[in-house]
């Protein structure tokens, strides 16, 4: 990137930051993502500071604007590339010209102020919204594609689905929570090569317009939309075939007949026609363009207002009109209303056109009809009937026609139904290929309620259907992958045991209900953003919460649980009040900062571990667990965030694989079943995924990022042998709440039990703006090297658990400096005194020294002493193992250190991890003028060897005599 280009992106950055505008920077590799994890800057606007940061250097960036209500309530209206060629511009401004005076000169602004020309040859528009808010992205017009507009992979789609609808977008707008690019973007940013150009106006030009009048333009936008639009028989209900006698029916003879304006009289009155459209404003005079009709040689009338009888963006055939406006949507009455006026009464041959000609210009209704032969009453009950009985004559109320997918599903009410299909509470029914019969497809209603997109690209469906199994009717939603969704038999394999409301048989009409559906309605069914985990996502993001406005669908049904319990509740102000309260507590402060610590993992470049707090049950360790758990969730027994060493390995390779940079709670180590399973979790917990499991099978190495925070009465390294466990986990056995704190433990169980779901979140909010300032993730983890050398000390385990240490230190020191935590940060020495190199509940060396004492005792023989000298015994085959001797009545056992060392090792442990903890302990002797000073010189047999000398208190033994 040259000086100029920096120069002018930093210039424009700073002119949209003044004209109150979010700035994001953007890849230039021709995708148009954001160079930066964005999330947080949907709500909190970006700084001066970060756009230095990020428009410096030698990194070429594209740049845009985030909109929304985090740029004041701008919007964007783009017209695509397509819609200009195609002049669609041009058609709009003149329907918006038409609309009056408020609406033209609203549009007349936003055509002359900011204008940018996108690489494409399309049009962006941006304008402030006063008054309302601003709706999320939205599309606001489209077409079918052209044959020779294909591309190869649209051509392959339709060769597997040739009722593929193959969709051009022409006008779209960006809202709440997106975001579009803007001038001097240009190069390889977008994909083309070419720039974005200003074509008028600028950042400072932004029109602001009520929010009544944009929801005018955008439905004026709505009408030039070109997608054929399904109808239903209740709207538009189909031709009838003619009658024996050649006559047409009333309602067929109608829509030849019929007259808009007269049929709309009272509701709407035309305001503008072009070619064969005509666009209607309301009866009154107020508001613009509100509908139109003749838009194809259907003539259909399509209402963009939701202020009248009509179904927004439905279309309506003129009898449907008519019996709606007259008789309630009746059109059995409509029917017969209109034999009585005389409709339905000519022969085909008068009209020289078939029972469906639409074709024919419209005649006025007849003022005062002629007598016609009124159909009897049997024949004038059928006069429009056919179309509402179906194929079978007897579909049951509440069909396709007038199902509720908004109240059923919470859809939003323009869902429509697809052509041939309809929805009862039986059940999808299709048309068979004969048009006589509905054929079953499913037992209850199934539709596609929301699709969703991950951070790594991959594309899931939101399926939904009601279940009556438990004798009342329940919605029941399931999120499964695109893939799944398009195999039928996958699907009902995956969903069965979740009651989906089909057979295999039918897997195939399943599937293709499903794509129909969706196809119908892509426009209409909510698409989101879904996360598989908690914590850090592939894009950088993070999702603390279900409750963060994206969707969690975990990977296990057992996961659901704990991730619904990360909820909020009560306040942050009275969390705090609570943990404030704590401040003279050291462990359980430990705990608060090891679930703050968590999300630091990931930038800081950590392995996963384990904090242990160990002692009596009495002493408020479950309390010290509730505290910290309830940084990010709900604490308490009956939610499952808190989790039992009472499981299996893979329950617990699940619940670890929930989170990426969250706490995971595991309580009572005593109620363990198996020891080897606390075992296997110590030392996989650090290789941050879970044990390879045969044939890659689903679950195999489940991946996380978590500090594992155990209690019991036994600490969790009393249950491993494994080598080098000390170094991966961090253990006290200080009571939490001490001799006296009874009273405060009861207190903070209380209090977080009522507030908890809030500091984590708020801590995470603080990272991630720290981490998008420039330099913010080597900032962080310079702070932390610091820490790490802070703690680090002559023993080799003192250096490998510093960075845990200042992964713990480094969380409390942040979230303390922001007025998170109501307390000063523990002293350094405090934190030395719980994490010492020879930690009290590293127990390893009591548990190695016990292997020794066995092992000496049951190999007495191996022992060289002065009644074996005497006796002028040999040396056994293995060699001595040590000497006995006694002074003042007290026998030493000194051992030599290599033999300890193989002793050792056959066990698992390993004497170097171990001898230091001896000689704290008292267990050895030492002199100090010896180096080591644990290795003292023994004489015996003859030679003088240095060995491990042990004391009376680290391994004892009987009179020598009696031993020999």
């Not at 009746?330 to 020289?352: F, Q």
């Not at 991950?454 to 004798?471: F, H, K, T």
């Not at 969707?551 to 296990?556: L, N, P, R, S």
């Not at 027994?637 to 595991?666: C, D, P, Q």
Request: glycine share 10%; hydrophobic share 35%; aromatic share 8%.
């Amino acid at each position: 990137m040259t000086d100029s280009q920096i120069t002018e992106l930093r210039a424009a950055a700073r002119d949209l930051h003044d004209a109150g505008l979010c700035v994001l920077p953007i890849k230039a590799d021709g995708t148009k993502k954001p160079a930066v994890s964005w999330l947080e800057h949907k709500v909190t606007r970006t700084t001066p500071e970060q756009h230095d940061g990020w428009f410096g250097g030698d990194r070429p960036r594209g740049i845009a604007v985030v909109y929304g209500q985090v740029s004041g309530g701008v919007e964007l209206i783009e017209f695509e590339g397509l819609a200009i060629r195609e002049g669609l511009l041009k058609d709009v401004t003149e329907i918006m010209e038409a609309s009056g005076s408020r609406i033209s000169e609203a549009w007349a602004a936003i055509l002359t102020g900011w204008v940018t020309e996108s690489p494409s040859g399309g049009r962006h528009f941006r304008f402030r919204v006063e008054g309302g808010d601003v709706p999320g992205n939205t599309k606001l017009a489209s077409r079918l594609a052209e044959e020779d507009e294909y591309t190869d992979e649209e051509r392959q789609r339709l060769r597997e689905k040739p009722n593929a609808r193959i969709v051009r977008v022409l006008i779209e707008t960006r809202g709440e929570g997106g975001y579009g690019l803007v001038e001097p973007s240009g190069g390889t940013v977008h994909a083309s090569g070419r720039p974005y150009v200003r074509l008028a106006g600028g950042p400072g030009s932004i029109p602001t317009l009520d929010a009544e009048t944009v929801g005018a333009i955008r439905q004026v936008c709505r009408m030039v939309d070109k997608l054929p639009q399904p109808e239903v028989a209740k709207t538009a209900p189909r031709p009838a075939p003619p009658r024996p006698d050649g006559s047409l029916r009333p309602g067929d003879d109608f829509e030849v007949r019929g007259s808009w304006e007269d049929i709309l009289r009272g509701v709407f009155r035309p305001m503008h026609t072009r070619g064969s459209e005509t666009y209607w404003g309301w009866a009154d005079g107020v508001g613009g363009v509100k509908a139109t009709t003749g838009k194809d040689e259907h003539d259909r009338l399509f209402v963009f207002a939701t202020g009248s009888e009509f179904q927004s963006e439905t279309p309506y055939s003129k009898f449907g009109a008519y019996a709606l406006l007259n008789h309630g949507g009746d059109h059995k009455a409509a029917a017969r209303e209109l034999a009585r006026l005389g409709y339905g009464s000519r022969h085909l041959a008068t009209v020289g056109a078939p029972s469906t000609a639409h074709a024919v210009s419209p005649a006025p209704a007849p003022a005062n009809p002629a007598p016609a032969s009124a159909p009897d009453e049997a024949e004038d009950e059928h006069a429009r009937a056919d179309e509402e009985q179906g194929p079978q004559g007897d579909a049951p109320a509440g069909d396709s026609e007038g199902f509720d997918y908004a109240d059923t599903f919470g859809l939003p009410p323009a869902v429509r139904t697809p052509y041939d299909y309809r929805v009862t509470g039986r059940g999808v029914e299709v048309l068979s290929q004969g048009g006589e019969n509905w054929n079953r497809v499913t037992f209850a209603p199934l539709v596609v309620t929301a699709t969703f997109e991950d951070p790594e690209g991959d594309q899931y469906v939101e399926l939904s259907w009601i279940d009556r199994s438990l004798g009342r009717p329940r919605r029941i939603s399931r999120i499964v992958s695109r893939e799944t969704a398009k195999r039928g038999r996958k699907l009902i394999e995956t969903l069965g045991s979740a009651g989906l409301p089909a057979v295999e048989g039918d897997a195939r009409a399943v599937e293709k209900w499903l794509a129909e559906f969706e196809a119908e309605n892509v426009h209409r069914i909510p698409s989101e953003q879904l996360a598989r985990w908690l914590g850090w996502q592939d894009d950088g993001t993070f999702v603390s919460s279900p409750e963060d406005g994206i969707k969690v669908d975990t990977a296990f049904e057992e996961q659901r649980g704990p991730a619904r319990a990360h909820a909020r509740k009560g306040t942050l102000e009275d969390w705090q009040a609570t943990v404030a309260a704590l401040a003279g507590f050291p462990v359980p402060r430990v705990a608060v900062a090891a679930a703050l610590a968590a999300p630091l993992l990931k930038p800081l470049g950590l392995n996963s571990f384990t904090l242990d707090i160990s002692s009596r049950s009495t002493k408020g360790k479950t309390t010290a667990l509730q505290v910290a758990l309830s940084v990010w969730a709900d604490p308490s027994e009956h939610a499952s965030a808190m989790s039992n060493w009472r499981t299996t390995l893979y329950a617990i390779e699940k619940r670890l694989n929930l989170v990426r940079g969250l706490l995971t709670v595991f309580d009572e180590t005593m109620a363990v079943t198996d020891d080897t399973l606390i075992d296997e979790v110590l030392y996989q917990l650090p290789m941050n995924h879970g044990k390879a499991r045969s044939g890659g099978a689903f679950g195999n190495m489940l991946p996380w990022e978590t500090i594992l925070l155990s209690s019991g009465e036994r600490p969790a390294l009393s249950f491993t042998t494994s080598q080098g466990a000390a170094a991966r986990i961090l253990g006290t056995t200080i009571a939490p709440f001490g001799d006296g704190g009874g009273p405060t433990a009861a207190a903070a169980r209380e209090g977080v039990l009522a507030n908890h779901g809030h500091a984590g979140p708020e801590f995470i909010r603080y990272i991630l703006s720290g981490l998008a300032q420039p330099n913010g993730r080597e900032k962080l983890k310079e702070h932390h090297r610091t820490l790490v050398n802070e703690f680090r000390g002559s023993g080799d385990m003192t250096n490998r658990r510093a960075p845990m240490v200042a992964a713990l230190v480094l969380a409390e020191t942040l979230a303390c400096r922001t007025g998170l935590l109501p307390y000063e940060p523990l002293s350094h020495d405090v934190w030395r005194s719980l994490f010492t190199a020879h930690s009290p509940t590293d127990n390893r060396p009591d548990m190695a020294l016990d292997v020794l004492r066995e092992y000496v005792a049951g190999h007495a023989h191996e022992l060289f002493s002065a009644t074996r000298a005497a006796m002028n015994d040999k040396p056994p085959y293995s060699g001595w193992l040590g000497v006995l001797s006694t002074k003042d009545s007290v026998t030493e056992v000194a051992l030599l250190p290599e033999r300890v060392r193989q002793i050792l090792a056959a066990a698992g442990y390993s004497l170097d991890a171990v001898v230091g903890s001896w000689v704290d302990a008292e267990y050895l002797k030492t002199l100090k003028s010896q180096r080591p000073a644990h290795l003292v010189p023994r004489r015996f047999d003859g030679v003088r060897a240095k060995c491990l000398a042990f004391t009376p208190k680290g391994v004892s033994f009987g009179d020598e005599d009696e031993a020999a």
